[in-house]
């Protein structure tokens, strides 16, 4: 079992809607739970970040962790085309030497104009 | 904000010959770096951690013969892909950062095309 778990799409919407990513998880020990955009053929951006369970917003970018469940979530609202790209969770357990991010497979996302 | 430079974007080698691709951190210094290796529409596999003045941690099945990292300096990092064949061919990865992890940024890749 891997122990991150993400549906890897490809997901299709149209402008203006709301996009729900989703990543589910093994390891109890995780603490920080990140969400990044990667866009073809160049390396990840961090788009959010959350420490242990709750909600965070960034403007049209909602992060929800729920520690419990061992499940996370990004939605975007009113998706824009410029959305388009994959979508991929990571997650650490935070160490002195180097953390370790451990990835989901990502989530190929299209917002049609 | 924090910037990560990787050279080159892309590189096509023949079988067998080695290719080196470098990650700097232009504006932070970076004690630990780290590789990682994508195949298309996978997700981003570490190969190793890189630490600065001391042997590279490679993950599990990853060769370290054929993969060598240098981490000579506080803000460069060198993979070497040795003896390239085909199926080295990815999308090479690498990020710098302190901690905690969240403020790891990562490089723009290197395409790698071994023939």
């Known amino acids: 079992q891997k122990e991150v778990e993400q549906d890897p799409g490809p997901l299709s919407v149209p402008e203006g809607a709301i996009v729900s990513l989703n990543c589910t998880y093994s390891?109890?020990?995780?603490?920080?739970f990140m969400w990044y955009r990667q866009y073809s053929r160049k390396g990840p951006e961090l788009l959010m970040y959350?420490?242990?369970?709750g909600n965070k917003e960034d403007g049209r970018f909602t992060a929800q962790v729920d520690k419990s469940s061992k499940y996370i979530s990004l939605f975007i609202r009113d998706s824009q085309p410029s959305d388009s790209a994959t979508y991929l969770c990571?997650?650490?357990?935070?160490?002195?030497?180097?953390?370790?991010?451990?990835f989901g497979e990502g989530t190929q996302l299209t917002v049609n104009p | 904000g924090a910037v990560v430079s990787q050279h080159p974007s892309w590189v096509i080698c023949k079988s067998g010959t080695s290719v080196k691709i470098e990650c700097r951190s232009l504006?932070?210094?970076?004690?630990?770096m780290f590789w990682y290796r994508q195949f298309p529409k996978q997700s981003l596999m570490l190969m190793a951690t890189?630490?600065?003045?001391?042997?590279?941690?490679?993950e599990q099945g990853v060769e370290k013969d054929k993969f060598l990292i240098n981490h000579a300096s506080l803000t460069l990092s060198t993979l070497t892909v040795t003896s390239a064949h085909p199926e080295d061919s990815s999308f090479y990865i690498c990020?710098?950062?302190?901690?905690?992890?969240?403020?790891?940024?990562f490089g723009s890749g290197t395409r790698l095309t071994v023939v």
């Open positions: 390891n109890s020990a995780f603490q920080y």
């Open positions: 990571a997650m650490s357990v935070e160490e002195t030497s180097g953390s370790r991010l451990t």
């Open positions: 890189s630490n600065e003045g001391s042997k590279a941690t490679y």
């Open positions: 990020s710098a950062g302190g901690q905690p992890s969240y403020g790891y940024t």
């Open positions: 504006d932070f210094q970076a004690t630990t």
């Open positions: 959350t420490y242990s369970s």
